[in-house]
Structure formats: structure tokens, C-alpha cells
């Protein structure tokens, strides 16, 4: 198996609200239907999908709660992570973690979407962010 990640699928209560808040956020649906969006995010897809439903496919029990990941957004700037902050603010996101300095080095925030799954926002001096939004480890 290559050392990638294809698609990240994010279970959802209510797939139009979900589906508006990454519109609001700025995101384009690539493809559709009543039950499932994808939008094409770099070289990647992000998919929003019945969570129960999602559960039964992936063979797993829903237990409800954070499911232990963290996606994040990283951004060229500090000024960045405020200006995306305050759009998924602006969305409907609830802010949890106000841009602020890190442990790292970096600068971050993190926003929770309308199902709860928490996006940090991040600038980190040391990666290398390409023009496409791709990141290096190192600079």
C-alpha cells in the first residue's frame, strides 16, 4: 500500500446543512447526489455521508462522539489562520481553539464542523506549503 491518503469521508446528521456549511466555508461540490457530496480538495477528496450509514459500511459501531482524528487546513500566513477562522466562524463553526501561538513553533486555531469533526487551522513555519495547497515536512 502507498503511503497516501485518497479520501477522507466524514459522517453527517444532515447532509444539506453539512453540505452548506463547506459551501459557506468556500468549497465547491465536485459531484453529488441525494446522498453523498465529494469535493475535490487538491489531490485528495473529502466525502460527507449519512453517518449511520457510513458506520454500517465501515463495519464499525457508532458510538457517537470525536472519533480520534483531527483534519487540518494548513495556510501559508498567521493572518491566514485568522482570516479562515472567522469564515468557518462566520459558517456556522464553532470555534474552539482561537488563533494563538503554539507549542510547535507554529500558529493555530481549531473549528468544529456542524457534526462536531474539529479542523485545525494551521501555520507552520517549518513545512513548506506548495502554490497548490500540498505540504513538505521541512522547508
Known amino acids: 500500500m502507498e503511503q497516501r491518503v485518497s479520501l477522507v ?3 453527517v446528521e444532515d447532509l444539506a446543512r453539512s453540505r452548506q456549511f463547506y459551501i459557506d466555508l ?3 461540490p465536485t459531484w453529488e447526489d441525494e446522498e453523498i457530496v465529494f469535493f475535490q480538495t487538491g489531490g485528495m477528496i473529502v466525502g460527507i455521508w449519512d453517518r449511520a450509514r457510513l458506520a454500517e459500511d465501515s463495519g464499525v459501531t457508532d458510538q457517537g462522539g470525536w ?9 501559508g500566513s498567521p493572518a491566514d489562520v485568522h482570516t479562515i477562522t472567522e469564515e468557518a466562524r462566520a459558517a456556522g463553526g464553532i470555534v474552539v481553539r482561537e488563533p494563538d501561538d503554539t507549542v510547535w513553533g507554529g500558529y493555530s486555531s481549531v473549528f468544529l464542523d456542524p457534526d462536531g469533526h474539529p479542523w485545525e487551522v494551521a501555520h507552520n513555519p517549518s513545512w513548506t506549503l506548495g502554490e497548490d495547497g500540498s505540504i513538505t515536512i521541512g522547508s
Do not use: D, Q
Not at 67 to 75: D, F, K, S, W
Open 9 to 11: 469521508t466524514l459522517g
Open 26 to 28: 468556500g468549497w465547491t
Open 67 to 75: 472519533g480520534g482524528v483531527t483534519l487540518a487546513h494548513n495556510v
